[in-house]
């Protein structure tokens, strides 16, 4: 079997639109969570989500271009062409037959189908935009990936709601262990901020009217928040003989279905995905240092993880920094696994862990060792990053350091 | 000065609204432009129709599509189907 480097990260998302500018502010407790733009007509009963504040799209696609992709699918290829530019792969050989791209996504493009219902529904005109379909598809950002940069190799799109780019990663994580590509990009984006969407998950009743602040007793939901997490994965032995930069190892991947219902969480599921996720690995309990955690801030999912971190890791769960950087970049849903593995790379790679931001006061029922509001220096060997889908679909992944190709 | 002839007034509204949709200067386009010179692909084509439709209010059958090729095409084809419109007896009006 190959081990998998990571060789390359993308970012975009309310800390930021790099690598760099969003892993300062995560390292500064600083929260993106912010008072939106729109407040709705009537106002939304929160107020406050994490947009992509710096992102301009005009900054990085013609006209021509805009009038194809949707928001999603920018927020997509910007993050990716920052991951494959710091791989330093090309395509011009024989990798664009051997490379992979595999991307998630929770809804598509949502700006374009609501769009669309608003001419049917509201103004009783009964054409909808032609490029609706090409525009909304869940796979628009993959594609227009392969497109840019000439990739012929596997591609496709993962929708697990809030576990689609952890199902993105370790879908290419396993390709290239095994031998069936030599590397992948892979990861997620969503652009949450559409009026029905926002509408709907205000019906859900599970978004905070306040900053979310996972595992405090006073939180009171989750934040909503937009952007794109890449990774570039490659063949271990492919990316030193090329003498890459190895930015750390993807080293195992679980997934999991609850089967208990479709919007509550349970302990079960969420253990069974820790279990799988180290036995692949070949990483024992005691290896791992650092948890970040799905983490959302909802009642539900921060007592459930608790309980299922506390059974898989008994008594070295008291040892674990755990952390949910949800509490700065929001809930990006289809791209939170892919946001939150890169944070869990760059914490292994400089020793840094990215706090809990807005956390206030220990609630008895979430007794982790939660990182709060300050960074906390530590260098650890191998981390988790768990995300638990609507649906109950849970995926985790291991992921572990590296000191430039040397473990 | 081009060699095309100087369009008409259909045909300057047809440009402008290509141009428009193209992301395009109009002055790139004259009558005599092909969608293949202009880089317009098939795709490209649904979407200029979808404007066209909009704005002279006109609803363009899909044959009628496969055979719109070029600006003089197109123009041609929405002079052909405003006469249409224009001829065809209004609902009630008898």
């Known amino acids: 079997m190959n081990r998998v480097a990571v060789t390359g990260l993308g970012l975009v998302c309310a800390l930021g639109n790099n690598v760099s500018e969003c892993w300062t502010r995560l390292t500064a407790g600083e929260t993106g969570i912010r008072q939106l733009r729109d407040p709705g007509s009537p106002p939304y009963k929160f107020q406050v989500g994490a947009e992509a504040w710096y992102f301009d799209a005009a900054e990085h696609f013609s006209e021509k271009d805009l009038l194809m992709l949707e928001r999603f699918a920018q927020l997509a290829v910007v993050a990716a062409r920052e991951a494959i530019l710091q791989s330093g792969l090309s395509f011009d050989g024989e990798l664009a037959d051997r490379f992979a791209v595999i991307t998630g996504s929770s809804v598509g493009g949502q700006f374009s189908e609501e769009e669309g219902y608003r001419r049917l529904y509201r103004e009783n005109m009964p054409r909808v935009g032609p490029l609706t379909i090409p525009r909304t598809m869940s796979n628009a950002g993959a594609s227009r990936i392969t497109l840019e940069f000439g990739i012929h190799g596997p591609a496709y799109t993962v929708s697990t709601a809030c576990s689609s780019s952890n199902h993105a990663i370790g879908q290419a ?13 892979a990861g997620g984006s969503e652009a949450v901020f559409a009026e029905g969407l926002i509408r709907a998950w205000e019906a859900m009743r599970v978004v905070s009217p306040d900053v979310c602040r996972p595992f405090s007793a006073d939180r009171r939901g989750l934040s ?11 063949n271990w032995e492919h990316a030193r003989a090329r003498g890459a930069e190895i930015l750390g190892e993807i080293a195992g991947f679980g997934m999991s279905s609850d089967a208990h219902h479709i919007t509550q969480p349970c302990a079960e599921g969420a253990v069974k995905a820790m279990r799988w996720a180290l036995k692949d690995g070949q990483v024992a309990p005691e290896e791992i240092g650092y948890i970040n955690a799905h983490g959302t801030g909802t009642q539900a999912n921060d007592v459930t993880e608790t309980q299922a971190i506390r059974a898989v890791f008994s008594e070295n769960a008291d040892r674990l920094l755990v952390s ?4 700065m970049h929001g809930h ?3 791209a939170a696994g892919a946001i939150e593995a890169a944070a869990t790379l760059l914490a292994l790679k400089h020793g840094v862990i990215p706090p809990t931001a807005n956390f206030t006061c220990p609630d008895p029922a979430c007794n982790l060792n939660v990182v709060a509001n300050q960074p906390c220096a530590a260098r650890i060997d191998a981390a988790l990053s768990n995300t638990f889908a609507f649906g109950g679909l849970n995926a985790t992944l291991v992921m572990r350091r590296s000191e430039n190709g040397r473990i | 000065m081009p060699e095309h002839a100087e369009p008409d ?3 300057a509204h047809v440009i402008r609204v290509i141009a428009q949709t193209q992301r395009i200067p109009q002055e790139s386009i004259s009558v005599d432009s092909t969608f293949e010179e202009l880089k317009i692909d098939s795709l490209d084509g649904i979407n200029i129709i979808f404007a066209i439709e909009n704005e002279f209010g006109l609803n363009i059958p899909d044959e009628g599509v496969q055979n719109m090729r070029s600006i003089r095409d197109t123009v041609e084809g929405v002079r052909r189907l405003l006469a249409e419109q224009k001829q065809a007896v209004p609902p009630g009006a008898a």
């Open chain 1, 173 to 185: 994580f396993w390709m290239i262990r095994s031998g069936q590509v030599t590397a992948a990009l």
């Open chain 1, 224 to 234: 909503l928040g937009e952007g794109a997490g890449m990774v570039v994965l490659e």
């Open chain 1, 324 to 327: 949910s950087t949800k509490s």
């Open chain 2, 9 to 11: 007034d259909l045909s």
């Open chain 1, 332 to 334: 990006t849903l289809g």
